[in-house]
């Protein structure tokens, strides 16, 4: 069975960057695309940015041109570099894998980390 742990996050300045990092337990082949989605307070999980195992990925709008998914396939590790950060990004961000798709989240999640951005 798969299991995530994340790391990163934390609090920042309106403008500032962070780094969050994602690594997987278990066997490779059940992971398939990882990704990140995030949830604000009152509001619906959100996809964020996913990568498949060939490295295609997928950003929501909101984040295009700012954050950065990067994934080492046989080191079962993620990360996503997150730049020009903006209050509205602020949210729990868990890891998510298992899905065969870019665009649909998998079965597994981390614990999820906090990023608050604000000044």
């Known amino acids: 069975q798969v299991q995530l742990v994340e790391s990163g996050g934390g609090a920042v300045q309106p403008g500032g960057s962070l780094r969050l990092s994602c690594a997987a337990s278990g066997y490779i082949t059940d992971i398939y695309v990882m990704g990140w989605y995030r949830q604000a307070p009152g509001k619906e999980r959100e996809l964020v940015a996913t990568?498949?195992?060939?490295?295609?990925?997928h950003y929501a709008d909101s984040v295009k041109g700012r954050f950065t998914i990067t994934r080492v396939v046989m080191e079962k590790t993620m990360s996503l570099e997150m730049n020009s950060l903006k209050p509205e990004d602020t949210a729990v961000y868990y890891c998510?894998?298992?899905?065969?798709?870019?665009?649909?989240?998998?079965?597994?999640w981390g614990q999820g980390t906090q990023v608050t951005v604000t000044s």
């Open positions: 990568i498949s195992t060939d490295l295609r990925t």
């Open positions: 998510n894998c298992g899905s065969a798709a870019l665009t649909v989240p998998g079965p597994t």
